[in-house]
């Protein structure tokens, strides 16, 4: 049972975590397949950093790192975890990639993992359970108190197209090519309790909503809450949940460490005010960040106007350059520059399907991608 | 009469109804044993085929079963390639001792086999060519059980490769001691050597020259599935053929044939390959005509003797694949059950048994006699305990809407 009230346990400021979900994949026809539960046996068998669970489906992992405050420390440890993960699933057989979606698997073969909690929710949404086979990252932020925690949330919302933009990975989808970068999403806003956090600074009237939601029925925990940032009271941080999962645990490390000096330079600087009119055109923008990637046009809900994604990313990343020296955060942009230049997961995907004219034959590249060797 | 020519002969000459017949019951059969019994649906074609044979019911005489043998030698064919198409020969580079595995549990299973039969008294050789025999799982029972379960999973996977990889020893075994009853028969020396020699070397060349020719089809073909359908199933009868008519082994040139075409294709030519409902109609003739073959009265003869030797390859296989279970990364659970999928013998025992019966038919005679009720009791076992192995794995899929 989870208290009446939820207690926000303090954590250090700037603090990082990064949970990945993870998709397995046949060798042959590249589909999803069932190896979670043998690929979990293994590697509990090895010693490896970090945690690695199983998921909703059992075509699907998720793994999570300790807590970090330097990308470099970061990056190495979700690529020993990945070696790790990587070699137990070759002594299976099986492949493990990135990307916020498979490119061709059908929702309706997929099977729910038998836990009560995953029963009840596949009982509650009936399809949507089995269409949220969508693979993404979610970024823990380490914030000392609940009223920090709410305010930086929502300061980070009108930074939010940037971080879909940049990890967008999930083109293809059920067999088809979506038309969007991100397609992921869309599963996602599917949910009734989706969207964003209602607009409150108060870790108290946090607790209040929240209770109100609770006596309603409506929810049993911050679990049920599907949205795009929220509170995790337990850990201490503020959980970013819009990116795809990445090709690469480069890609994973260099989003993560951007979001760290993001939140280092808002809580620094407080740039702008943070009150309800930043979600003005919240959703605009959402949508063109997952349509577009960084192609796409939103609005600047303060100033009402309007600019390309890869270049609000430029204006940030130049905004940032301290923040980055003081966290050990240099390689880290410059890998978020790179994606602007040579574009994202998504495009690099909608290239390589391009040349081969296959989806089987785009798995197994995420494969090799994720494992290093492409 | 010439004047009313018209009107039919009487009785009916054609063939066709019977086998209309045989699909008709196999298909209700199939259907009743599913959804009522929940079981394998190929549980249901045997025991049809096996009513309507020449032994029983006797609609299918052995003229009809004749008259079939080339679609029964295309199912067998269709069967050996698919299975070498999901089996995956470069997993046993990454994982060692899945290969461990499976030389234990055929190594073993064939001592067992062959010591059992020694203490029945069997002449040596006689007891080395079954017990070589025995040592292959049926490459199409494992093949449609997986397929009517949309089986997926560890104990799935390894089923398939430790069954292609049992039946190819068993053929290379039989193969070596043909040459060397060829001795004892013919007193031929060049025959011990070459024999095994040609019918390895050849059957591998084959299936890469086969494996090569589909792929530079593919990619004049591009990814369309009902093209690479038609191109494959041509090319597989071509196969048969050739393997057959080079007296080459059948089951390895096609094993092997899916398996290089699967190895060499490095650029993902193959869309995933499923030989649907034209397969499944393979598989019930495939299934109903072996069993219409089989022999049903020797089973009561050599039940007991079927059954110890029975116990003796299923106790090798456990102790084989249980051994290298920890070292290949598998719970000792779901390695049992990986040992309970090899159970199912038949198919190919029963093509090896009239091989070496044509081959040798003093020898093979009593072979058969030996074999038979070992062969008759797994017809039935087999297909269950495979399909209670996947199910308990928990990789069989949910069930779909029909």
């Known amino acids: ?35 979670a539960s043998d690929l979990l046996a293994l590697v509990a068998r090895t010693r490896h950093p970090g945690e690695i669970k199983p998921e909703i489906t059992e075509s699907m992992i998720e793994v999570s790192t300790g807590i970090h405050t330097q990308h ?31 490119p061709f698997q059908r929702w309706s073969e997929r099977r729910i993992t038998d836990t009560p909690r995953m029963r009840s929710v596949s009982q509650l949404y009936g399809y949507l359970a089995k269409q949220f086979t969508v693979f993404g990252q979610h970024v823990h932020l380490g914030c000392p108190d609940g009223d920090t925690a709410l305010w930086l949330l929502h300061a980070f919302a009108r930074y939010l197209p940037q971080l879909i933009a940049l990890s967008a990975a999930s083109p293809f989808y059920q067999g088809a090519d979506t038309a969007f970068d991100s397609s992921r999403l869309n599963a996602v806003f599917a949910f009734p309790l989706s969207g964003r956090a209602p607009f409150v600074l108060r870790w108290e009237a946090f607790n209040d909503y929240f209770a109100r939601m609770r006596r309603a029925g409506i929810v049993e925990s911050m679990k049920d809450f599907y949205w795009d940032i929220r509170p995790k009271p337990e850990f201490g941080t503020i959980e970013i949940r819009v990116c795809d999962t990445p090709l690469t645990v480069a890609r994973a490390a260099a989003l993560a460490a951007y979001a760290q000096t993001l939140a280092r330079w808002l809580l620094a600087e407080r740039p702008h005010p943070v009150t309800e009119d930043v979600y003005l055109g919240y959703t605009y923008n959402r949508f063109q960040a997952c ?22 990313v430029l204006a940030t990343l130049a905004r940032l350059a301290p923040h980055a020296r003081a966290l050990g955060a240099q390689r880290a942009l410059e890998e978020i520059a790179a994606i602007v230049r040579a574009g994202n997961d998504a495009r690099w995907m909608r290239s390589r399907y ?15 991608r994720l494992r290093g060797a492409a | 009469m010439r004047e009313l020519f018209f009107l039919p002969d009487i009785p009916p000459a054609a063939q066709l109804p019977w086998y209309a017949l045989l ?28 009513a309507l044979g020449p032994h029983a019911l006797g609609a299918l005489g052995e003229r009809s079963l004749a008259a079939l043998a080339p679609l029964l030698d295309l199912a067998i064919g269709m069967v050996l390639f698919e299975l070498g198409q999901r089996v995956d020969l470069s997993w046993v580079r990454r994982n060692p001792s899945v290969l461990g595995a499976s030389v234990a549990e055929s190594a073993l299973s064939f001592a067992l086999m062959y010591a059992v039969l020694v203490a029945l008294e069997a002449p040596p050789l006689l007891a080395a060519a079954a017990a070589a025999i025995g040592m292959a799982t049926a490459p199409a029972v494992v093949l449609a059980v997986t397929r009517d ?188 059950l990986v040992a309970l999928a090899l159970a199912p013998m038949s198919g190919i025992a029963v093509v090896l048994t009239h091989e070496t019966v044509r081959l040798y038919p003093q020898f093979g005679a009593s072979l058969a006699a030996v074999m038979v009720s070992a062969i008759a009791l797994m017809e039935l076992l087999g297909p269950l305990l495979a399909h209670f192995a996947l199910v308990r794995a928990g990789e069989a899929a949910a069930q779909a809407p029909a």
């Not at chain 1, 009402?304 to 994604?309: K, L, P, S, T, V």
């Open chain 2, 149 to 336: 379960l949309r089986s997926q999973g560890q104990v799935t996977e390894r089923a398939l490769l430790l069954t292609a990889l049992n039946s190819a020893y068993a053929v290379i075994a039989v193969g070596v001691l043909l040459a060397w009853l060829a001795r004892e028969y013919h007193g031929d020396w060049r025959a011990i050597v070459l024999h095994p020699l040609y019918l390895i070397f050849g059957s591998v060349a084959l299936a890469a020259l086969f494996a090569r020719a589909t792929l530079g089809l593919l990619a004049l073909l591009g990814r369309r599935r009902e093209a690479q359908f038609l191109c494959v199933l041509a090319l597989v009868m071509i196969a048969v053929w050739a393997a057959a008519s080079l007296k080459l082994s059948v089951l390895l040139a096609l094993l092997g044939y899916g398996a290089a075409a699967r190895l060499f294709d490095h650029r993902r030519l193959f869309v995933s390959l499923e030989f649907g409902r034209l397969g499944t109609i393979l598989l019930i003739l495939l299934f109903a005509l072996t069993a219409a073959s089989l022999d049903w009265r020797l089973l009561a003869a050599g039940v007991f003797a079927g059954a110890v030797l029975l116990a003796a390859r299923l106790a090798g296989k456990f102790v084989g694949v249980l051994a290298f279970a920890r070292p290949s990364g598998l719970p000792v659970r779901k390695a049992s």
């Open chain 1, 72 to 102: 470099a420390a970061l990056l190495a440890e979700l690529e020993a975890i990945r070696a790790a993960l990587v070699a137990a699933a070759e002594r299976l057989n099986v492949g493990v990639c990135g990307g916020g979606a498979h």
């Open chain 1, 1 to 35: 049972m989870t208290p009446e009230r939820l207690q926000f346990a303090a954590s250090a400021p700037l603090t990082m975590g990064v949970e990945l979900e993870l998709q397995l994949v046949h060798r042959r026809d590249c589909d999803l397949t069932r190896a």
């Open chain 1, 291 to 312: 349509r577009f990637g960084l192609e796409g046009e939103i609005v600047d809900p303060l100033s009402g106007e309007r600019c390309a994604i890869r270049d609000d």
């Open chain 1, 354 to 368: 391009a040349d081969s004219g296959s989806l089987a034959d785009l798995v197994w590249q995420q494969v090799e």
């Open chain 2, 23 to 50: 699909l008709l019951c196999a298909a209700i059969a199939g259907e009743i044993l599913e959804r009522w019994l929940r079981l394998p649906r190929l549980l249901g074609w045997i025991a049809v085929g096996a």
